[in-house]
Nanobody
Framework: VQLVESGGGLVQAGGSLRLSCAASGFTFNDFTIGWFRQAPGKERERNGISCISNVDGRKYYPDSVKGRFTISSDKTKNTVYLEINQLKPEETAVYYC?????????????????WGQGTQVTVSS
């Protein structure tokens, strides 16, 4: 199983990025893919910041990112994308994608079995 994130980088506050998560080694269409983040000096957030079920297409966004983050899945490429807009300096973090065999209402990290190595997102003020 492999999850490979890309697309991170340095962006000014208010800017945008598109992160990608390329998956292999499992049945992509049967899994939920989630994005999580870990800010410097902090633990990884317990719940996903965006999640999508490849089974039925349902999505989850916490209130903190609704309207700014958009998750999508391309089943032809086994890749999930996270479009991030209006980035804030406090959202500087390593962003991880992960895969879960089940759907959790608030996308809890404990449901996720496979994790990528992460991609750094740095937002300057």
């Amino acid at each position: 199983v492999q999850l490979v994130e890309s697309g991170g980088g340095l962006v000014q506050a208010g800017g945008s990025l598109r992160l990608s998560c390329a998956a292999s080694g499992f049945t992509f269409n049967d899994f939920t893919i989630g994005w999580f983040r870990q800010a410097p000096g902090k633990e990884r957030e317990r719940n996903g910041i965006s999640c999508i079920s490849n089974v039925d297409g349902r999505k989850y966004y916490p209130d903190s990112v609704k309207g700014r983050f958009t998750i999508s899945s391309d089943k032809t490429k086994n890749t999930v994308y996270l479009e991030i807009n209006q980035l804030k300096p406090e959202e500087t973090a390593v962003y991880y994608c992960a895969a879960a065999a089940v759907w959790g209402r608030v996308c809890p990290s404990t449901y996720f079995d496979y994790w990528g190595q992460g991609t750094q997102v740095t937002v300057s003020s």
